[in-house]
């Protein structure tokens, strides 16, 4: 099944969870992110990818810089082990790990969680690959991915018990807008997916599709 296709029967059935007035909420929220143009500065293909140093789940700096020198990378943004999406999304990554591998390729996943939340991530959907900690989404800053939530979708979410700044290395109510990145070893972006929708996702084929096209 594609990844598409399970993220579409994960909506579905959060339909039937979600209270109506919270979905109301993060309907509306939606399109007001919509209206602010989120993610319309985002980097794009054929820019470069800025150097970052960033944390591993064991607590080891981890910079793009070193990353490249191996070899290709594809980098997936994601919101954080309590999104079912993210999670869906994640598997799906580790299912074409030995083939990103096999072309001389790397991938990493770059999260705002605090290390000790994404290790429990990995552990959680049995990745082997590393999960990067973008302290204050600075990281996701910098390629124009960071927004904030707006406040009342802030007080959904507490409602349901996740205290976002708290699960993640900031202080605010910022999260990255899932994204996934192909850049080549000279940091060129080969390919730049991102969308606003957080439960639409690039498939990950076309990902490895693409890290195909920049050997």
Not at 64 to 83: D, H, Q, T, V
Not at 146 to 166: H, I
Request: proline share 7%; charged share 20%; aromatic share 6%.
């Amino acid at each position: 099944m594609s990844l598409k296709a399970i993220l579409e029967e994960t909506m579905a059935a959060s339909i039937n969870k979600i209270p109506p007035e919270a979905m109301d909420i993060i309907v509306q929220s939606s399109a007001e992110l919509d209206a602010r143009g989120i993610g319309n500065s985002a980097l794009i293909a054929g820019d470069t990818l800025p150097d970052a140093t960033l944390i591993d789940a064991n607590g080891m700096p981890i910079s793009m810089a070193s990353l490249l020198e191996k070899g290709p990378l594809i980098i997936n943004f994601y919101r954080g082990g309590w999104c079912p999406y993210c999670n869906f999304e994640l598997k799906a990554y580790q299912e074409l790990l030995s083939e990103i591998q096999s072309l001389g390729g790397q991938l990493v996943a770059v999260t705002p969680e605090q290390p000790d939340n994404s290790l429990s991530t990995i552990e959680k959907n049995e990745l082997k690959f590393p999960v990067l900690t973008d302290n204050g989404n600075a990281f996701a800053q910098a390629l124009g991915l960071a927004f904030e939530l707006p406040e009342k979708l802030q007080q959904v979410y507490a409602g349901f018990g996740l205290d976002l700044p708290g699960h993640n290395a900031d202080t605010r109510w910022v999260l990255p807008i899932p994204a996934t990145l192909v850049v080549k070893p000279d940091g060129e972006i080969m390919l730049s997916h991102v969308d606003r929708n957080y439960t639409k996702r690039l498939e990950p084929r076309d990902a490895l599709a693409a890290l195909k096209a920049s050997l």
